[in-house]
Nanobody, 127 residues
Framework: QVQLVNSGGGSVQTGGSLRLSCAAS????????MGWFRQAPGKEREGVAV???????RYADSVKGRFTISQDNAKNTLYLQMNSLKPEDTAMYYC?????????????????????WGQGTQVTVSS
């Protein structure tokens, strides 16, 4: 059974930074596709960033230039570095893993592409 464990959330002020982690077990980063999503109260879960095993990435327009997705294959861990945080970034953040890398960047910001999900970690940005 694949398991994804989120960590690294917290509360920061506008302009601050946080780094989220997602430790994966029983999931190989070879030929993989993983993403970060977020869900604010009363809103749908939205894709933030996606990375394929070759290292190519794609971002939602709302976070482009501020967030960076990366992965450490040796540690089987996915990261999301978030800089210049804004109050509108406040949400529960989830990592996700797909069972296929095919069309990863094309479909990877769609939550229906993913099979496995982390438990989520809260990010709160105050003004």
């Amino acid at each position: 059974q694949v398991q994804l464990v989120n960590s690294g959330g917290g509360s920061v002020q506008t302009g601050g930074s946080l780094r989220l982690s997602c430790a994966a077990s029983r999931y190989t980063f070879i030929d993989s596709c993983m993403g970060w999503f977020r869900q604010a109260p009363g809103k749908e879960r939205e894709g933030v960033a996606v990375i394929e095993s070759a290292g190519r990435t794609r971002y939602a327009d709302s976070v482009k230039g501020r967030f960076t997705i990366s992965q450490d294959n040796a540690k089987n861990t996915l990261y999301l570095q978030m800089n210049s945080l804004k109050p509108e970034d406040t949400a529960m953040y989830y990592c996700a893993a797909a069972v296929t890398a095919s069309s990863c960047l094309f479909l990877g910001l769609n939550r229906n592409f993913y099979t496995y999900w982390g438990q989520g970690t809260q990010v709160t940005v105050s003004s």
